[in-house]
């Protein structure tokens, strides 16, 4: 979480959404966690952030704004994320590493987007990932 932090940061992200079981950059007391802080390097700190058990009730305030949904997911209705230009506020939606983005928040989201693989693996790191679609979809929108 912390290398996501210090990408999205650095690719210009506003705020940064955190659901479920991901780790968040405090504890339960409001100490900072010394593993993200440490890769995040103060990103965690000035950077917004904020944690929803699930994602459902942000996704449709969001939505509701006029944000447009993107999932970063191999899926049949998914495209080559360097074909897509953000148009408008945009949410991007990072899956688990292992299970990817479940099926009811793919069929929440307005485009899916993947990244090519050319190896045997068909997979990335979630913060590898994250780093190649935000400088993309940010150059794509100059």
């Known amino acids: 979480?912390?290398?996501?932090?210090?990408?999205?940061?650095?690719?210009g992200v506003t705020r940064i959404y955190l659901s479920g079981y991901t780790p968040i950059p405090v504890d339960r007391f409001g100490r900072p966690q010394k593993d993200i802080a440490k890769t995040a390097l103060g990103a965690e700190t000035s950077l917004a952030w904020e944690y929803h058990?699930?994602?459902?009730?942000?996704?449709?305030?969001?939505?509701?704004a006029g944000w447009e949904v993107v999932g970063i997911e191999q899926d049949a209705r998914?495209?080559?994320?360097?074909?897509?230009?953000?148009?408008?506020?945009?949410?991007?939606?990072?899956?688990?590493e292992v299970k990817g983005i479940s099926k009811t928040l793919r069929d929440?989201?307005?485009?899916?987007?993947?990244?090519?693989?050319?190896?045997?693996?068909?997979?990335?790191?979630?913060?590898?990932?994250?780093?190649?679609?935000l400088f993309a979809l940010r150059g794509n929108n100059q």
């Open 1 to 11: 979480m912390g290398s996501i932090f210090r990408t999205a940061d650095a690719a």
């Open 78 to 96: 998914a495209r080559d994320y360097r074909t897509f230009a953000p148009t408008r506020s945009t949410l991007c939606i990072l899956g688990n």
């Open 53 to 64: 058990k699930t994602p459902s009730k942000v996704l449709k305030q969001l939505k509701a």
């Open 108 to 133: 929440q989201c307005d485009v899916l987007l993947e990244i090519p693989m050319y190896g045997t693996k068909e997979s990335l790191n979630v913060s590898v990932a994250a780093g190649i679609v």
